[in-house]
């Protein structure tokens, strides 16, 4: 009789989910999942609601990027409303990029700072006890103060503009519903209340430079570590650049060639999604390459990936670095994941900057008008990669079908595959398998950052492949449905 | 009119004989919250009974007592006051209010009223019944969900050539508010407005025209005064910070929002690890309790069997439990699966449309994932919770101010504007 190692709940992540390890009588490893355990179905019951409600409604998914489901909802509702992404007016386009920045920003160093950094800073030895954000606080106070005020900053843009940190409104059908005042952008330029943006680059551009310092001396370790072959998938701009909030998708294969290159809106015709019995959260994959080989890895990694270039110059600078590592060749390291991220930051706060200068976002064209539709797509990078949402409706207004595929419902595959990774690498074939070796697991997972908060909801109407498997993952049975 | 002398409360008050007793006992600096109640309505509707006070002993509604001499009505005794409450808290409890998802939050008279009650929870279970969405009008919405049949609409609307539109259908606990969609089609924009504005709550709304205003811009985001509330009696023993307390924090069915709030307390995070550690956490790697907890604070409902387990084994470890947000209070968005059957949700989610035939439907089922519940339940339904803060989420600085309280006794005021359903 096997043994089987469980891990439950996976801590320092958002949301719930759970790892088994299945283990022969000789202690090696059969098998590893990691499980989404939840399940709340807001798709079912955003039917019958009127379309209007929706990006208030749909952010309830996820209350670390709530500001990413409201864009993705208030996006396909602009389209019920008749408008397309260029029919808004700049102030109103400059005013979601806004707060999208913020909104990533703070969510990355809500991430960096406080839940993956005891696994950096403590390494891989550490005890349970020490590993948490009290203790990087205790000691590194410097980088826990800096963090903290990075993730403050991206809050308090959220803040001025949606009216609250959590949960805030701001985009309406066809628009924004507020104008953001010269005091308000003013104080994030002086520093009044909050750090100056001038002094968040700074940091950023240190913590880069921790960062690097850091790969230097644990290189084996960070390029080796639940290393594995995928393919890459997320958004850019028409001439390729890195792009948060509108764009076309493109995907890579682990080679780097083009697997996907198609306007965001017509993400039915390329993905599928697959149901497995031992987890609430699907499988998605590009149908032209198979559930085999068609998933992707999406988030700061794969947005790197598939991007040719960054928009600012000192995001530019360090995406040069970081792909001159690879020899400009396809990034598949796990852990260089939050290298990744780090870079995407000061892009971020770069791009907060030059808004922040920007005239446009304190004009008062806030809102546009067209014939209504009967159905809207809308597609945006969150902080963990792309997130669909797709609605349609009634001539009257009420919604009748609802399908979102959130960023870590991606992320599902790949995240298994890490699991399964450190599962063979580290517990393979141990008399005793000790509470640091199972940290390990988490350390792959939490490299996805990913958000089983927002994950447990999806519902989904893509097309569907469903496989039946025994204990030992044969197949015994499978349907489909187009 | 002749000044007559009156009694609330066996205080002699003044005012013109026959006056209405809601005005009179304002005129007396009396407030006595209602809701159905507007001056200009004549008779007085008192259909919602939230203003319910007593003479003798015996519950009567006060907007449709008139003032007359000698007449003695008990207004504040304990008992009037926490029947008002419950009354409140049964208006919430029948409907399906989804504060953080309805256009009329902020603007809300029922809202309003309950923050000035301090409600922070209903102690009577939600019926979540399921009630239709009306798209049937031309540019109306009807949300019966929110309706609290005050019968505003009905009783005082009428269109510019004197036409009511709103009727009631059908009695007793199945009573309805009816459209005439006739009319309705030929309503303008101003009257189709008004209508929309005359309801207290969410229930009337103008399609693709009823949208949330700006956080702060809101009719009951700024209060007339900046009057602390009668929230949850504060704990009035200061205890000493002898050493360090312990907190547990727990994330449930909720979307880990409440925990991005506790965070919120930017750089006072570092003030607050002097003051107590943290055991169990989705913010530690503590996976069991590893010693006694002061306090635990519980983020989400209970929607699979995992939930109730963990809620279990937090009660079982932590003095105190604390039930923080929405979601933990009362389901929260979660719970609005609760007017759908499970089946239907699952089946929707994994089954729903053609499938090939002869194909193996599949539900993920398996011994290694907990089983959904039925719907999702508050945690009070479950275990017993000591403290609620509402909230979607509440802002650090509630959640945080109410903490102290309860561990080191430090006084707190939770003002107007920091107390929300959202």
């Not at chain 1, 993730?151 to 609250?164: D, M, Y």
């Not at chain 1, 507020?178 to 308000?184: D, H, I, V, Y």
């Not at chain 1, 396809?330 to 939050?338: D, E």
């Not at chain 2, 209602?34 to 907007?63: E, K």
């Amino acid at each position: 009789m096997g043994k089987k190692i469980i891990i439950d709940p996976v801590t320092r992540v958002e949301g719930h989910g759970k790892v088994t390890v299945l283990l022969d009588d000789n202690h090696r490893v059969e098998d590893a999942f990691f499980h989404i355990v939840e399940f709340r179905g807001f798709e079912r019951f955003v039917q019958g609601r009127p379309y209007w409600e929706a990006p208030v409604l749909v952010q309830r998914l996820c209350g670390i990027c709530p500001v990413s489901h409201h864009l993705a909802a208030a996006k396909a509702i602009d389209q019920i409303a008749g408008l397309d992404p260029d029919d808004l007016s700049p102030t109103a386009t400059k005013l979601r990029r806004l707060l999208h920045f913020g909104q990533v920003l703070q969510s990355h160093a809500l991430h960096f700072f406080y839940l993956a950094s005891p696994d950096l800073l403590f390494g891989l030895d550490a005890e349970a006890a020490k590993r948490n954000v009290v203790e990087v606080a205790i000691a590194n106070k410097d980088l826990a103060r800096k963090g903290i005020q990075i993730r403050q900053f991206g809050q308090e843009i959220i803040k001025a503009l949606a009216g609250k940190r959590i949960h805030g409104i701001m985009a309406v059908p066809g628009g924004v519903h507020k104008t953001f005042t010269r005091q308000e952008r003013d104080a994030f330029l002086n520093g009044e209340g909050v750090p100056s943006i001038d002094n968040i680059i700074d940091w950023m551009v240190g913590v880069l430079d921790f960062m690097k310092k850091y790969h230097e001396t644990n290189a084996p370790w960070l390029d080796y570590f639940a290393t594995y072959p995928s393919g890459h998938l997320g958004m850019v701009t028409q001439d390729g650049a890195l792009e948060l909030y509108d764009g076309p998708l493109r995907a890579i294969d682990a080679q780097g060639n083009q697997t996907l290159l198609a306007p965001a809106t017509d993400y039915v015709d390329h993905f599928a999604e697959l149901v497995k019995p031992w987890s609430y959260l699907k499988f998605p994959y590009l149908r032209e390459l198979g559930e085999e080989k068609g998933w992707n890895r999406v988030g700061p990694l794969a947005r790197i990936n598939v991007s040719t270039y960054i928009s600012t110059p000192l995001a530019e600078a360090e995406r040069k670095i970081f792909r001159d590592y690879t020899g400009g060749k396809t990034n598949n390291m796990t852990m260089h994941t939050h290298w990744a991220r780090l870079i995407e930051m000061l892009h971020c706060a770069e791009a907060i900057r030059d808004l922040l200068n920007d005239e446009a976002i304190l004009g008062d064209d806030l809102r546009r008008e067209g014939i209504q539709r009967s159905q809207g797509i809308g597609v945006i990078e969150a902080p963990r990669g792309t997130l669909i949402h797709h609605y349609e409706i009634d001539d009257k207004g009420m919604i009748t079908r609802c399908n979102l595929i959130v960023s870590t419902t991606h992320n599902n595959e790949p995240m298994n595959r890490a699991v399964k990774w450190v599962a063979q690498n580290v517990l393979d074939n141990r008399f005793e398998v000790t509470e640091q070796m199972l940290n390990q697991v988490e350390i792959a997972i939490r490299a996805y950052d990913p958000c089983l908060s927002c994950a447990t909801h999806a519902l989904g109407k893509m097309p569907l492949y469903v496989e039946v498997q025994d204990r030992r993952g044969n197949i015994i049975q499978t349907a489909t449905r187009s | 009119m002749k000044k007559v002398t009156f009694y609330i409360d066996d205080q002699p008050c003044q005012a013109e004989d026959g006056k209405n007793f809601v005005d009179a006992a304002a005129e007396n600096g009396i407030s006595i919250p209602s809701l159905c109640y507007y001056p200009h309505i004549d008779p007085p509707l008192a259909t919602c009974r939230v203003c319910t006070v007593a003479i003798g002993g015996q519950p009567r509604a006060a907007c449709s007592l008139k003032v007359s001499e000698g007449l003695r009505v008990q207004v504040n005794t304990p008992d009037l006051i926490e029947n008002r409450k419950a009354i409140l808290e049964l208006i919430f409890a029948e409907g399906n209010h989804f504060c953080p998802a309805c256009e009329k939050s902020g603007d809300c008279d029922l809202q309003h009223l309950a923050y000035e009650s301090g409600i922070t929870y209903s102690r009577f279970p939600h019926t979540f019944v399921d009630r239709i969405v009306d798209f049937k009008p031309e540019r109306l919405v009807i949300d019966h969900n929110r309706c609290i049949l005050c019968k505003r609409c009905v009783e005082e609307f009428v269109t510019d050539s004197g036409k009511k539109v709103f009727s009631y259908h059908r009695r007793g606990g199945r009573t309805e508010v009816n459209v005439d969609y006739e009319l309705e089609a030929e309503m303008s924009d101003k009257e189709l407005t008004r209508a929309m504005r005359l309801c207290p709550v969410g229930a009337i709304l103008l399609r693709g025209k009823s949208e949330s205003r700006p956080f702060g811009d809101r009719k009951y985001d700024k209060p007339e005064s900046q009057e602390a509330i009668p929230l949850t009696t504060p704990v009035e023993k200061p205890v000493v910070p002898a050493k360090k307390k312990v907190v547990a924090t727990a994330s449930l069915a909720g979307c880990f929002g409440c925990h991005m709030s506790m965070l919120d307390i930017d750089l006072g995070l570092l003030d607050l690890i002097e003051l107590v550690s943290f055991d169990k956490s989705p913010l530690t790697d503590i996976k069991r309790f590893s010693r006694h907890v002061d306090i635990g604070l519980i983020e989400g409902g209970c929607c699979n069997s995992e939930n109730i387990e963990n809620l279990e084994y937090f009660r079982e470890h932590c003095d105190i439990l604390v039930s923080v947000g929405e979601c933990a209070i009362w389901g929260g968005l979660p719970a609005m699966r609760n007017t759908i059957s499970l089946e239907a949700c699952l089946e929707e989610a994994y089954l729903h449309s053609p499938v090939t035939r002869n194909a193996q439907h599949i539900i993920p089922n398996h011994e290694d994932i907990p089983k959904i519940l039925d719907r999702v339940y508050p945690c009070h339904e479950v275990v017993k919770i000591d403290y609620h803060i509402p909230g979607c989420p509440p802002s650090a600085q509630h959640i945080w101010k109410v903490v102290q309280n309860i561990l080191f006794g430090t006084k707190y005021d939770v003002i107007y504007p920091e107390f929300k359903y959202d």
